[in-house]
Every structure is written in C-alpha cells, then in structure tokens.
C-alpha cells in the first residue's frame, strides 16, 4: 500500500488549495479513503472520507461546507478541494485507506503541507 499527497501549498484566508492522493498497491474501489490532518501542537484528525462505490461523504464540522472530497477510481485518486481557507486550516495533510485510523497505522504517507497565512 503506497499513498502519496500533493498539491498543498501556501495560500492566504480566504483563498483555495486542491490537495491529491495517489494510491497503489490495493483495489482502490473497495475502499473508503479519507483526509486526515495534523496541525501544529495538535492531534491528527480525520476531516472527510468518502465511500468506495457510491461516493457517499462525511466531514467534520470544521471543515463542512467549505472542503469536499471526491475520488477518481479509474485514476486511484482522492482529492480534497479546500476553499474559503482559514488560518487554523494550516496542518499536514494525510490521505489514508479505510478509516477511521490510529497514529500506528502503518500506510502513513508523508503528507502535504498547507499553510493559510492571514
């Protein structure tokens, strides 16, 4: 199981960041897939997940109506489209497989950094 991140980035309040997860290594489709994050001084937490077949989404409440997640099974992608960001937005950014997950959950990635700057 490999899971890669990209597209973060620096962006002021406000603004907008299209994070990407490529995954490999398992049948993408079978699997819910999430968004984590971990901000400074903080716990990572999980932020979005969607469902494998039908797409169905979930998202915390500090994030719904601003973030959504969508995934591409045909390119083993999940993305996570950010708009309306915040300072408190700034965090490393984790996709992972089949949540929810524990910190020892051996799939980390190296995640991708994104900072909102007021």
């Known amino acids: 199981v490999q899971l890669v991140e990209s597209g973060g980035g620096l962006a002021h309040v406000g603004g907008s960041l299209n994070l990407s997860c490529v995954a490999s290594?398992?049948?993408?489709?079978?699997?819910?897939m999430a968004w984590y994050r971990q901000a400074p001084g903080k716990e990572r937490t999980i932020i979005a997940q969607?469902?494998?077949?039908?797409?169905?989404?979930m998202y915390s409440d500090d994030v719904k109506g601003r973030f959504t997640i969508s995934r591409d099974n045909a390119k083993n992608t999940v993305y996570l489209e950010m708009t309306n960001l915040k300072p408190e937005d700034t965090a490393v950014y984790y996709c992972?497989?089949?949540?929810?997950?524990?910190?020892?959950?051996?799939?980390w990635g190296q995640g991708t950094q994104v900072t909102v700057s007021s």
């Open positions: 992972i497989r089949d949540p929810p997950v524990t910190l020892s959950y051996p799939y």
């Open positions: 290594g398992f049948t993408f489709s079978n699997y819910v």
């Open positions: 969607i469902s494998g077949g039908r797409g169905i989404t």
